[in-house]
T-cell receptor, first 111, second 111 residues
Framework: NAGVTQTPKFRVLKTGQSMTLLCAQDMNHEYMYWYRQDPGMGLRLIHYSVGEGTTAKGEVPDGYNVSRLKKQNFLLGLESAAPSQTSVYFC??????????FGPGTRLTVL | RKEVEQDPGPFNVPEGATVAFNCTYSNSASQSFFWYRQDCRKEPKLLMSVYSSGNEDGRFTAQLNRASQYISLLIRDSKLSDSATYLCVVNLADSGYALNFGKGTSLLVTP
């Protein structure tokens, strides 16, 4: 099993550009999450999903959109990137209220 | 106010030492508690869940005090490989299975 994978691993964007981060899991987990991690801020929840076709806002959802069209995939979109969105993005999945398995992260820089 | 508070450290200890980390949480309705470990530039990984009765996993002991809303992690006989950031994590009671992460406590074990 690959576990949780994220694509891409690194990306540099210019202000105003758009992009989509892809998260995939092969553990048949119902729940998937997107977090961002910034120095001194810890991990903050952006959006999450409790099943295929469902999404919900987390702590810091502004400027992001998500979609969960397939159970194994959770997409995070930035429609118009801003320098404040420079961060490390982690995707995670879980079967329920137990261990969350994280992907390796995507390091995004917005110039 | 951050829901999960931790002393950021860093804690610098010699090999073989015992070190304790503390964490407080603000939402009394939180139901699940965890310690995660994060190595530099890597994804967080579950170290152990924390139960009301306290639990132990080898050199690691976790305690929960619901009345004081306090969680602790004790590491005995520290190894060089224990050097990492330790994240205190509680569930967001009003967000299903989503988790709220503390900013982490940095541990450096020296020879």
């Amino acid at each position: 099993n690959a576990g949780v994978t994220q694509t891409p691993k690194f990306r540099v964007l210019k202000t105003g550009q758009s992009m989509t981060l892809l998260c995939a899991q092969d553990m048949n987990h119902e729940y998937m999450y997107w977090y961002r991690q910034d120095p001194g801020m810890g991990l903050r929840l952006i959006h999450y999903s409790v099943g295929e076709g469902t999404t919900a806002k987390g702590e810091v959802p502004d400027g992001y959109n998500v979609s969960r069209l397939k159970k194994q995939n959770f997409l995070l979109g930035l429609e118009s990137a801003a320098p404040s969105q420079t961060s490390v993005y982690f995707c995670a999945s879980s079967y329920g209220l137990d261990t969350q398995y994280f992907g390796p992260g995507t390091r995004l820089t917005v110039l | 106010r951050k829901e999960v508070e931790q002393d950021p450290g860093p804690f610098n200890v010699p090999e073989g030492a015992t070190v304790a980390f503390n964490c407080t949480y603000s939402n009394s309705a939180s139901q699940s508690f965890f310690w995660y470990r994060q190595d530099c530039r890597k994804e967080p990984k579950l170290l152990m869940s924390v139960y009301s009765s306290g639990n132990e996993d080898g050199r690691f002991t976790a305690q929960l005090n619901r009345a004081s809303q306090y969680i602790s992690l004790l590491i005995r006989d520290s190894k060089l490989s224990d050097s990492a950031t330790y994240l205190c994590v509680v569930n967001l009671a009003d967000s299903g299975y989503a988790l709220n992460f503390g900013k982490g406590t940095s541990l450096l074990v020296t020879p």
